[in-house]
């Protein structure tokens, strides 16, 4: 008897001693609401603590998601700064990639994450707004040297109130490429490879490319329905025509306006009227381009240069001949916005704060190991450097129709929750749009009023 | 003598209580750490506005950029704003998944297993096997299987309506077509869920049906009783424990689902397969608001906690047998 008694005086205690910890911390932040310390505070003018003597071994920790190819191209990286530093030993480990936002995330809680991670450019506003990430120290690079130094889109991704937190490898954008598959536009007798000029001429050929068995669509001549091309296209559309999607405010959106109504009226043309697609077969939930192309479903298939590497290894006996092109715009100039893309950040916690600035600088601004990082990953360049040597192309045959367009794309911007606007929002209701459950007045209008209001109840907190 | 006896058997018992305490304080342990304080935490963040991506006052990330909201998070699922009717839309069509999933499941299951129980034991062995199958495969694969048979295009059952002379469906797409006022793609999912469980409902049920005195259904043969009627007088009345646990088991996992609505339709088309549990990990870890989230998971115990309250309640038996 005493035993149990003992033993649960025992669970009690703990059990006592955990709760009182938990339930102070909890009341003492609820009391006192000490704001966050903020983005310029979080991390001292030089860079964090004072590096160690010269002679002293820093070691730091490096995290990534676990994609081979990344893996490859990060410990080719690794190896290479190692010759350089020795004094400095970089441990990585990376994780697959479903874990790897909840490992950062919790590690961030317990400030016991890596020194330097990777990241995607498009999470760095919100992590920097939350003061989770270090500023980039001005002698590693000043904000007007970014600038010059890397495109805006991939750049701006890694802004916040005029501060960069971070350094980007890749140029991240879905926008000014299709796939085109050479069968079929020879079996359909088409010029190929297409050179479209405008938007008409792109949708002709696609409409020539329609294959159905009965009622049953079972070629799209142009797929586009997919949930990201579904908000490029959409931003595309509102900038080239002269329009901007966020608000006079800068932090609403503007969906409602006459450009974004053309933009929606002329893509939901292309799969109602045109019906080079079919809204029904080829969708969020079933044949997604990336695979419906690869199973000669798809002639056409919007979608980024990405795909290109990805398809070469998942699609190896894929037997049609198929390539990757541009693809038109509207108006006289091209104008798009692009997510960020991945790069490199520095955790605020990090006690050799300067060593893995150091190291992100030698990994996404040395024009040679930011060239082999993007070779090696099959992405964009982010260094504008990279991107305009001619010789890149040797490397990666794909690019040239993304290549092209860089200079034009600007970044998406902060949507406070990128996700909830870009599925549920804009690719939920252009969909039921194109399948005849709301008109386009109906569907600018939905959009506008579920994103601002997402908006406003982020900013309310 | 009998102090010694007493004395030795308590040694007897110290030895064994001291056994006992180390043998379940790890477990104690592991379930504090794993379990009761998560289930704490998830409390405690219901009311703060919390998100791992935001820098806290404390070291639990509390307070400062993840601010104390009181009951803030519960008044937003109630709220006429996108994340109240969001979430009041998960909840509906969960109800809906769980309404159509029972009856389903029992009517398919119940009579299947009194079938099985009734052909000789090496054919029950290969029915049990067979039909237990789906059960133990992994809901991934079943998943991706199934979307590939629903497949507007090159799908099995489109192959096979067509081979008909019918006309195809978009099984997983089409959320205007309606079957009772149910959208089509919850139907499709309600059908590979039933296909996937129903395994582990039919061996319960064959297990209850094995647990039944031959001697009752001897009798009602005896007193010139049809087989409906000893099926229902005798043997239903007498499966009323096994029933009650699989009508509660499986409501229990049909307000959990979600690997099958996540790999096949994310919730779409629209929101027309969104659930509450795929609308809580939506809410976590892809818009990062922890602090809502679980304010959801607290929703979904309740919802659980009343729905299997009123089962056990009106299930309830005064005897045994």
């Known amino acids: 008897m005493n035993g149990q008694v003992l033993t649960r005086r025992a669970f009690l205690r703990v059990f006592a001693v955990t709760m009182a910890g938990i339930s102070a911390a909890a009341l003492s932040s609820c009391a006192q609401g000490t704001p966050a310390p903020s983005t310029a505070t979080a991390v001292p003018a030089e860079g964090g603590t004072p590096p160690p003597a010269a002679a002293e071994k820093v070691s730091l920790r490096f995290w990534s998601h676990s994609n081979p190819a990344f893996v490859q191209a990060n410990e080719e990286l690794i190896k290479r700064y190692a010759e350089r530093r020795p004094e400095v030993e970089i441990k990585y480990e990376y994780f697959p990639y479903s874990e790897f936002i909840q490992t950062i995330q919790t590690s961030m809680a317990a400030k016991s994450e890596a020194d330097v991670m990777e990241m995607f450019g498009s999470w760095v506003q919100s992590y920097a707004k939350g003061g989770t990430l270090a500023v980039t120290p001005d002698d590693i690079v000043t904000v007007p040297q970014a600038h010059e130094l890397f495109y805006a889109a991939p750049l701006d991704g890694y802004m916040w109130e005029g501060k960069l937190y971070g350094l980007p490898n890749e140029y991240n954008l879905e926008n000014g490429g299709v796939l085109t598959n050479r069968r079929m536009f020879e079996e359909a007798q088409l010029p190929y490879p297409p050179d479209w000029k405008a938007w008409e001429e792109l949708v002709s050929d696609a409409k020539k490319l329609v294959k159905y068995d009965g009622e049953v669509m079972t070629v799209a001549g142009f797929h586009y329905i997919t949930g990201d091309g579904l908000g490029f296209l959409f931003w595309e559309g509102i900038l080239e025509r002269g329009g901007d999607y966020f608000a006079a405010d800068k932090i609403h959106l503007n969906l409602a306006s006459p450009e974004a109504e053309e933009t929606v009226q002329w893509l939901v043309d292309m799969a109602t009227k045109d019906k080079v697609v079919d809204p029904f077969t080829f969708n969020l939930e079933s044949n997604w381009v990336g695979d419906a192309f690869f199973q000669s479903l798809v002639a056409i298939g919007y979608i980024g240069p990405w795909i290109v590497p990805v398809a070469r290894i998942n699609h190896p006996d894929f037997a049609d001949p198929w390539d990757y092109v541009s693809c038109p715009h509207y108006g006289e100039k091209m104008s798009f916005a692009a997510d960020s893309g991945w790069g490199k950040v520095v955790s605020p916690n990090s006690k050799a704060q300067r060593q893995a600035w150091e190291f992100a600088q030698f990994s996404t601004m040395d024009e040679t190991n930011a060239r082999f990082w993007n070779v090696t990953t099959g992405t964009v360049p982010a260094l504008k450097k990279v991107a305009e040597d001619p010789t890149l192309l040797q490397d990666m045959d794909w690019l040239g129709p993304s290549l092209k367009v860089l200079p034009y794309g600007r970044y998406v911007g902060y949507l406070h929750d990128r996700d909830f606007i870009w599925y549920n929002v804009i690719a939920t209701r252009l969909v039921e749009t194109m399948q005849g459950q709301h008109t386009v007045k109906e569907c600018i209008t939905i959009m506008n009023e579920e994103a601002n209001a997402m908006i406003d109840s982020k900013i309310k907190g | ?321």
């Open chain 2, 1 to 321: 003598m009998a102090t010694a006896i007493a004395r030795r058997t308590g040694k007897l018992q110290r030895s064994q209580r001291v056994f006992a305490a180390c043998s379940l304080t790890p477990i104690m342990l592991y379930m504090m750490a794993f379990t009761l304080l998560p289930m704490i935490w998830a409390v405690i963040i219901t009311f703060y506005r919390y998100s791992p991506t935001r820098q806290g006052a404390n070291f639990l990330g509390l307070g400062g950029g993840n601010p104390f909201v009181g009951f803030a998070n519960y008044l937003d699922l109630f709220a006429d704003t996108p994340t109240g009717r969001l979430f009041r839309l998960a909840v509906k069509n969960t109800f809906v998944f769980a309404l159509l999933v029972l009856p389903l499941n029992l009517c398919i299951t119940l009579p299947l297993a009194v079938l099985i129980e009734s052909v000789s034991e090496r054919l029950k062995t290969v029915f049990r096997t067979i039909y237990f199958l789906p059960t133990v495969t992994s809901l991934v694969a079943v998943s991706l299987v199934w979307g590939v048979i629903y497949n507007p295009t090159f799908g099995l059952l489109n192959l096979v309506l067509r081979s008909l002379g019918l006309k195809g469906m978009a099984w997983l797409s089409d959320a205007q077509t309606k079957v009772l006022g149910v959208p089509l793609p919850m139907i499709c999912l309600v059908v590979t869920y039933v296909w996937q469980d129903m395994g582990y409902n039919l061996v319960i049920f064959i297990a209850g049906l094995q647990s039944i005195p031959e001697v009752f259904k001897e009798a009602a043969l005896v007193d010139g009783a049809t087989s409906w009627q000893r099926f229902r007088y005798v043997t239903l009345p007498l499966l009323r424990s096994t029933l009650t646990f699989v009508i509660v088991m499986t409501m229990l996992s049909s307000w959990q689902v979600f690997v099958i609505f996540y790999v096949m339709t994310r919730g779409g088309p629209g929101n027309a397969t969104r659930t509450l549990v795929l609308h809580i990990y939506e809410t976590a870890f892809r818009h990062q608001e922890m602090g809502l989230a679980a304010t959801m998971a607290m929703a979904l115990f309740l919802i659980i906690l009343v729905t299997t309250l009123i089962q056990l309640r009106l299930l309830r038996k005064e005897w045994e047998y």
